[in-house]
């Protein structure tokens, strides 16, 4: 088949037939030859002509038919959207011209607007360096305003301390002519002053009070203590009074015998009030109750206080206004303890000082007559630990001061620092009969005192002009020379803040105006005795830590190198006194001063007793071998003369060495 197989195709002579398929659309040439003998091919040959045609989708025809439906197709379709884009392209430009006529309104507009802002801004920055100003004038001003707060304040707490001085100079005084006076007439005036100076001090240390709440300065101490005990005392001096108005005092105390903890001093301030106020409203003849016992609200254990009395009660509109700050009850119906008004503050403080207690206080009128005032604070009960352990007291005169006897010579000197002269003159005229007293008017003038005279006790007032109390107290512990003086400070400051920090710096006693005479007295001789008997514990131990002095002091430290000084020579007979006053680096008068007014003992006692300490350990300690008998002892602790060491030793002992390893008298 010519133009679809070339080759030709044998087959047997009885096959008539030829099929070819998948011919493609084109003329062909079927040729056809025989070969007889099946070897030689016979030169004619049939031909046959087929022509294929294609399908009607092959042909050129259609072909081109659909060439041309497509160019149209396409030139309808880029004609569409070339129409499509040039209406696009005039609707964007319009478009684009509107939204720039836009911007260009909004470019005026805001144009107009950043002008005006600039203007605001303007205005804003002179209204923020005016503000600034006046910020900063306002700071000047809250500065000055907290200046003067601080000054007045100061000035409040200084005048009423300022009151303290001049009620000593009267009650103490009163109390001294009281004892002194046999006058029945006398007697009654100096009571109608000794009562009225005595309410003066109440007031003085309510304002003290009411500054020390307003302040937040006020603190509850919590010590165990016995409660029913402090309203049995505190009731007493009340017993007198209502007792002359023929008013009832009724206590009902249901608590347990066991010590609870609260503030003594602030409970002592609440209760005093309330019983007061109780008794001005109370008319004669009728009847004040006071209860206290636990109580349980939610689960929480309380004690209850009430004071209920059957005077005229409170107005309905008064009760919810009693404890504010200066108010006074329009109802003047009631007479006063000391004849005087109130202040106004009393309960205010009431308040205050049971809220600090964690407690509430309220005031309720009595179903029949009277009020009532109820106090809730939280009950606590004082652990075994908390307890105060009990300590060795020291007897403190009672009655007349010739419970001290005056010395008929060899009296000790006292120095007073006072800036008040009358002050001064009363404090004088109290030890003068007793004591060797100097006097000066503020710390600097003491320094100077202390520097030429030789002084055995200071009492100083705490606020005083050029160089207070506090810092002469630094002074003296600071000043190795003057450093050992007992140092006995005298203060209207209740603050606990002024305490702690005197008994710091080494104050050995603090007491408050105004003063008993007895009580001052009683101080000075208790320091003194206590002083005298740490030195005597101290010579038959020769142990620093029996003069209970503070670890830190120069004086601690000054005997602590005198006793390593003596222990590295005592063993040496040879080594003197001027020996040890050189090691020691301080003149002989210092060093005999700082001694005796420490230990009780010069120098030479000192050494001397250090090495019959020690004779008295080897005799204890000798007593069942022997192995040294008292001479050697006596050479061993630095004696060259056994005598001699005998009769010390019995001296400071109370008996002989040889007694002491026989029959074993320690």
């Excluded at 003992?601 to 008295?616: I, K, P, W």
Aim: overall charge positive; hydrophobic content about 35%; aromatic content about 10%.
């Amino acid at each position: 088949m010519k133009g679809f197989d070339d080759k030709w195709i044998k087959v047997p002579a009885n096959r008539r037939q030829a099929a070819y398929t998948n011919l493609r659309p084109g003329n062909y040439t079927f040729e056809l030859r025989y070969a007889p003998d099946g070897k030689q091919w016979l030169e004619e040959m049939a031909e046959l002509h087929i022509a294929v045609s294609p399908y009607f989708y092959k042909t050129i025809w259609f072909i081109l038919s659909i060439l041309v439906l497509l160019s149209f197709l396409i030139y309808k379709v880029l004609s569409w959207r070339l129409r499509s884009l040039k209406e696009q392209q005039e609707i964007l430009h319009i478009k684009v011209e509107e939204r720039t006529r836009e911007l260009e309104e909004q470019k005026k507009l805001l144009s107009t607007q950043a002008s005006e802002l600039y203007r605001q801004n303007q205005l804003l920055k002179q209204q923020n360096e005016k503000i600034t100003k006046q910020k900063g004038q306002l700071i000047q001003m809250s500065k000055k305003v907290q200046e003067l707060t601080v000054d007045k304040l100061a000035f409040f707490t200084n005048i009423t301390h300022e009151f303290r001085t001049p009620l000593t100079l009267i009650v103490g005084p009163i109390e001294r002519a009281l004892k002194l006076s046999y006058n029945p007439q006398v007697i009654e005036q100096l009571h109608f002053v000794e009562r009225n100076s005595k309410y003066l001090l109440s007031l003085v240390n309510q304002l003290m009070d009411f500054r020390k709440v307003e302040s937040g300065k006020m603190e509850i101490v919590r010590n165990p203590g016995n409660f029913t005990k402090l309203l049995n005392e505190l009731l007493v001096p009340f017993d007198a009074y209502a007792s002359e108005r023929g008013i009832t005092i009724e206590r009902r105390f249901r608590l347990p015998s066991c010590e609870i903890m609260y503030d003594e001093d602030a409970m002592h301030k609440v209760i005093v009030n309330l019983i007061g106020n109780a008794l001005k409203f109370t008319p004669k003849g009728g009847q004040i109750t006071i209860y206290a016992t636990p109580f349980r609200q939610e689960e929480q254990e309380k004690l209850f206080i009430c004071i209920r009395d059957t005077g005229p009660g409170l107005p309905e509109e008064e009760i919810d206004k009693v404890f504010n700050r200066f108010y006074q009850s329009q109802n003047k119906t009631h007479s006063s303890i000391n004849g005087q008004s109130g202040t106004g503050i009393g309960l205010y403080l009431c308040k205050r000082i049971v809220q600090l207690h964690g407690g509430s206080i309220c005031a309720k009128n009595n179903q029949s007559k009277g009020c009532s005032f109820r106090i809730l604070l939280p009950l606590q009960y004082a652990d075994a630990d908390s307890l105060p352990a009990p300590t060795e007291q020291v007897k403190e005169p009672v009655g007349s001061p010739l419970a001290l006897q005056p010395a008929t010579n060899g009296k000790l000197t006292i120095l007073v620092v006072e800036d008040n002269k009358d002050m001064r003159d009363y404090i004088r005229s109290i030890l003068a009969e007793y004591y060797n007293v100097l006097e000066a008017s503020q710390g600097e003038e003491a320094l100077t005192v202390l520097q030429s005279q030789n002084v055995d006790f200071i009492v100083s007032d705490l606020m005083m002009p050029v160089m207070d109390g506090m810092e002469l107290s630094r002074r003296v512990k600071s000043n190795f020379a003057i450093s050992h003086i007992p140092f006995l400070m005298l203060t209207a400051k209740t603050s606990n803040e002024s305490r702690i920090e005197s008994f710091r710096i080494g104050v050995d006693e603090y007491l408050l105006k105004p003063f008993d005479d007895t009580l001052l007295l009683a101080r000075i001789s208790n320091i003194l005795e206590n002083r005298k008997r740490f030195q005597q514990k101290f010579s038959y131990s020769m142990d620093v830590d029996a003069l209970n002095i503070e670890k830190e002091s120069s004086d601690k430290k000054f005997l602590d190198k005198a006793m390593q000084i003596v222990k590295e020579n005592y063993k040496n007979s040879y080594y003197e006194i001027s020996d040890f006053i050189e090691a020691m680096g301080v003149s002989k008068s210092l060093m005999n001063k700082k001694m005796q007014n420490l230990t009780g003992q010069s120098a030479g006692q000192f050494m001397r007793n250090y090495r019959l300490n020690l004779a008295r350990e080897l005799i204890i300690r000798n007593r069942l071998t022997h192995n040294m008998n008292i001479s050697e002892i006596a050479y061993e602790v630095g004696f060259n003369d056994p005598k001699y060491f005998t009769r010390c030793f019995t001296k400071h002992f109370g008996t002989t060495p040889s007694s002491m390893m026989e029959n074993g008298t320690d």
